[in-house]
Structure formats: C-alpha cells, structure tokens
C-alpha cells in the first residue's frame, strides 16, 4: 500500500484540519489505518486508529474528544478531522497501514507507512 497524507498547515489555537491519507496499491478495505504524530525533539506517538472493518476507533488521551478518525472506502481515503486545537499538537502527521488490523499503537508495528504532513497550531 502506498500512503499520502495531505492537508496539514498553520492554524491558529482552537481551530480545526482535516488531514486526509489517500492509499493505493492494494485492497484498502482490508486495512486498519493508524494517525501517528511526532513533535520537534519528540518521540514519535499514537494518536488514532480504526480497525480494518471500519467498525471501531481508538484514541489518544490527548485528543480523545477533539480529533475523529473517519474512512471512505470508496475514496481509498482515511481522515483525520481535529478540532479545538492546541500548540502542543504541532507535529508532523503521519498514517500507516496494517492487514487486517485492529488498534495498534505501535508505528513500528504497521506494515505501510506514508510521509508526513506537518501542522502547526500558534498561540
């Protein structure tokens, strides 16, 4: 599967992005896909995935109630819709994939992996 992730950019404190994962390559529907982030000087962390079914998602405690986790398997598209945003969820964005998978939390663990979309949130 080849992932890209889009739509990350400058927003001010409160706002809102919806980053988008368009994948290729390979059945989307049988994937889980996972939004992992990691800030300047920062180890890289999860923050949300939803199961290959597309009937569960998991969050972070950090945005559990902010962000939404969303799939269009007609797209080929995952999202990721955040909202009430804080500077400290500046971090380059990133999706990843896993067969058949349910809610891991480990980026190392996925089998794909996409590059980046940065967003930065100002005070």
């Known amino acids: 599967v080849q992932l890209q992730a889009s739509g990350g950019g400058l927003v001010q404190a409160g706002g809102s992005l919806r980053l988008s994962c368009a994948a290729s390559?390979?059945?989307?529907?049988?994937?889980?896909f996972g939004w992992f982030r990691q800030a300047p000087g920062k180890e890289r962390e999860f923050v949300a995935a939803?199961?290959?079914?597309?009937?569960?998602?998991y969050y972070a405690d950090s945005v559990k109630g902010r962000f939404t986790v969303s799939r269009d398997n007609a797209k080929n598209t995952v999202y990721l819709q955040m909202n009430s945003l804080k500077p400290e969820d500046t971090a380059i964005y990133y999706c990843?994939?896993?067969?058949?998978?349910?809610?891991?939390?480990?980026?190392?663990?996925?089998?794909?992996w996409g590059k980046g979309t940065l967003v930065t949130v100002s005070s």
């Open positions: 390559g390979r059945t989307f529907s049988n994937y889980a």
């Open positions: 939803m199961n290959w079914r597309g009937s569960s998602t």
């Open positions: 990843a994939a896993e067969y058949r998978g349910y809610y891991n939390t480990k980026f190392d663990g996925m089998d794909f």
